[in-house]
């Protein structure tokens, strides 16, 4: 059976952050907690940031669930690590975008992150992949109300 | 007889999903409709729509007949003594609501046990752990066996002289077993407590007998058993349903209506507050004709041989983990599995890229997933439409699948 329209899907380096996770664990003191799941599938995050001074310090992760889903937490915390959190929100923006099929802004160097482009194409599978960037954008937003 | 010929009443299947022609294998989900449900539908609106119970010209009594015929072939379908224990609500989660809120609050006192299973869909728990929250009451989960059973011993151990509900799924839709709900309605019953039975699964695929069974409450849905969406049944038996109390009040229910106070009519239409499901009782009332066409014992008969053909075939793939019992007979049309190192929604979306349907994900049982020490599993559900060519054609899935995910990364 020949699978193309899949490796849109798969692609390698999806695999690859879905076999051997960046930033996979918790980080101990001082961190924001954030606990996160998709209640129709089972799929579940806990996600660590160490936020100082705006800049994301740190980001871990922890969790279970899919290919798409564990890759795209794998690489938003690769993504989101050392930048200021203006930036970090601004990427989760394009990401959302760019998986609901929307304009984006293509200037921006989304590294990995870019082969998640053909997620948009399963809406069913949309949701695994943004579930890590929501639980980062709800961690920024408790930080900076307390 | 199941036959290839029952296929083609069945419209939707006669497509193609991305390029392969569609095996459908999410019956537990909800199943298709065949074109005899879909015309009773489009006639009743095309020819006598009107509302109901009040009408004096001859569409009003028209839409009448239609709509109380098809609670009295429900009546029959599940051999309930008369159509007042027949109440037409929207599904199976809004009848065993509606036992919560109307029995459970009248019966159901601090320190009183409810009690359920491990393998309950979550509309036979939430109810139940907003009731025990409201009265102090204590909710109480019968453990399962090793092999997804339950052993009566575990049943006469968690039902007590303090146990005022005992509600229990019939067939589960996670592991396929059917569960003993005859021998535990008597044990709830020596106990004083009454026997609520979430037939979602059941209705669908095993003749039911109310009576037989001797449950108080029996739930189901239309849309399991090739019924439209949006029609459910609860059965009471009588007396119990004389005693509760309405949950939804204002028109259609009521008898007689004064400034402070109103009295209601009597059964089943005290419960059916509101314009009923008109249309879906009728479509509910066409799938009965189709089933019966066919015959329960013939459909649970193919359930069975479905359920052992895919356990055999399956099990012949590397890695892969059934889950539930391992004995054919103890268990309805119902697969449910793990591809090892491969998770359940990349499986699904492989096979839905080959046209086949399954489900994957917690099936609304979170408690049983917890179970299981998983977090989702893929499920393969089948009905009187499929046939074992579907399932080899899952089997081929599955391998290109584990396949696909094993060598290609």
């Known amino acids: 059976m020949s699978f193309n329209n899949l490796d849109q899907l798969y692609r390698s380096v999806i695999m690859d952050h879905y076999k051997t996770p960046r930033n996979k664990g918790t980080i101990e003191n001082d961190s924001i907690n954030i606990e996160m799941n998709n209640p129709t599938c089972g799929d579940r995050i806990h996600l660590t940031l160490q936020v100082e001074g705006g800049i994301v310090k740190d980001a871990k992760f922890d969790g279970e669930g899919c290919s798409i889903s564990m890759a795209s937490a794998s690489m938003m915390t690769q993504a989101v690590k050392g930048k200021n959190v203006e930036t970090a929100l601004g990427l989760s923006k394009t990401f959302s975008d760019m998986m609901l099929g929307k304009e984006y802004d293509e200037s921006e160097d989304l590294g990995d992150i870019e082969a998640l482009q053909g997620v948009s194409q399963f809406p069913a599978r949309i949701k695994c992949a943004t579930l890590a960037w929501k639980a980062m954008e709800k961690g920024v937003h408790e930080q900076e109300k307390s | 007889m199941i036959s290839k010929e029952i296929k083609s009443y069945f419209p939707i299947l006669n497509q193609e999903i991305n390029g392969n022609p569609l095996i459908y294998l999410d019956s537990a989900a909800t199943s298709q409709k065949p074109v005899q449900v879909i015309e009773a539908l489009e006639n009743y609106y095309k020819f006598d729509n009107s509302n109901v119970h009040r009408g004096v010209h001859t569409l009003g009594n028209r839409a009448t007949e239609k709509y109380e015929g098809a609670r009295e072939k429900v009546q029959k379908f599940i051999n309930a003594s008369s159509t007042e224990e027949v109440i037409f609500l929207r599904g199976t989660t809004t009848a065993i609501n509606l036992v919560a809120q109307s029995y459970g609050r009248a019966n159901v006192n601090e320190g009183d046990e409810i009690v359920i299973t491990y393998m309950e869909h979550h509309s036979n728990i939430i109810p139940w752990q907003q009731l025990a929250k409201e009265r102090g009451a204590i909710l109480k989960y019968i453990e399962l066996e090793e092999d997804g059973t339950i052993s009566l011993e575990q049943v006469k151990a968690a039902i007590t002289e303090r146990t005022k509900i005992v509600s229990m799924v019939y067939v589960s839709n996670v592991l396929g077993t059917m569960n003993p709900v005859k021998e535990v309605a008597r044990i709830a019953h020596d106990n004083g407590a009454v026997m609520v039975v979430d037939g979602a699964q059941a209705a669908p695929h095993l003749k039911i007998d109310v009576q037989q069974l001797d449950c108080d409450f029996f739930a189901f849905s239309g849309h399991k058993m ?15 349903l004389d005693e509760m109390e309405p949950v939804e009040f204002g028109g259609e229910m009521i008898d007689f209506v004064g400034l402070y106070d109103s009295t209601w009519k009597e059964l089943p239409w005290k419960f059916e507050g509101g314009t009923p499901i008109i249309a879906g009782a009728v479509g509910l009332g066409a799938a009965i004709d189709f089933l019966n066409e066919i015959g329960l014992n013939e459909i649970e008969k193919h359930e069975h041989e479905m359920a052992a053909y895919a356990m055999e075939k399956m099990s012949g793939i590397d890695g892969l983990e059934i889950y539930g019992p391992k004995d054919p007979a103890k268990r309805a049309g119902i697969v449910t599995f793990n591809l090892n190192d491969v998770h359940p929604h990349d499986v699904a979306t492989v096979l839905d890229m080959s046209g086949i349907a399954v489900r994957a994900g917690h099936h609304c049982a979170q408690p049983l997933m917890k179970w299981l020490q998983v977090t989702a599993t893929a499920r393969a559900s089948f009905y009187v439409y499929n046939d074992e060519s ?18 290609v990364f």
């Open chain 2, 390 to 407: 579907d399932i080899d054609r899952l089997v081929e899935g599955l391998r290109s699948a584990k396949e696909y995910f094993n060598d």
């Open chain 2, 226 to 240: 090739v019924g439209p969406t949006g029609i459910g049944v609860l059965y009471g038996k009588k007396a119990l």
